[in-house]
């Protein structure tokens, strides 16, 4: 498990469509039965179930989780103020949104250009 305290810390998200809950939880440094009761508890995170009641989180879940990760852990927000944060912003224009994407979008072909360069 990674030992972070911010999300710039966080290991880039990797290009793939689905991921694991273990994987979630390394990507987020949150730990598997924390990101389940986020389920309960924050209606917009909505992992894909397939066989076994096994999750697989896309991309989009896991930003949302680290949006959560970082109001809760970083900023101090409860559980219902977070929920209410995220509710606010999903109210908000779609630029925020865009702009948090195209930022882990960035770091994320930044690090595959450093991989490609060693």
């Known amino acids: 498990m990674l030992e972070t305290s911010n999300n710039n810390e966080l290991p880039p998200i990797p290009t793939k469509r689905y991921f694991s809950i273990g994987e979630v939880s390394e990507l987020c440094d949150v730990k598997p039965h924390v990101l389940r009761y986020w389920e309960q508890e924050f209606p917009s995170l909505k992992p894909v179930k397939r066989r076994g009641n096994r999750r697989y989180y896309q991309r989009q879940d896991v930003i949302l989780i680290r949006q959560i990760r970082s109001l809760l852990y970083e900023q101090g927000y409860t559980i219902g103020g977070a929920r209410i944060k995220l509710e606010s ?24 250009l450093q991989d490609l360069l060693h």
């Open 89 to 112: 912003k999903e109210s908000q224009s779609d630029s925020q949104q865009s702009r948090l994407i195209m930022k882990q979008l960035r770091l994320e072909l930044e690090s595959l």
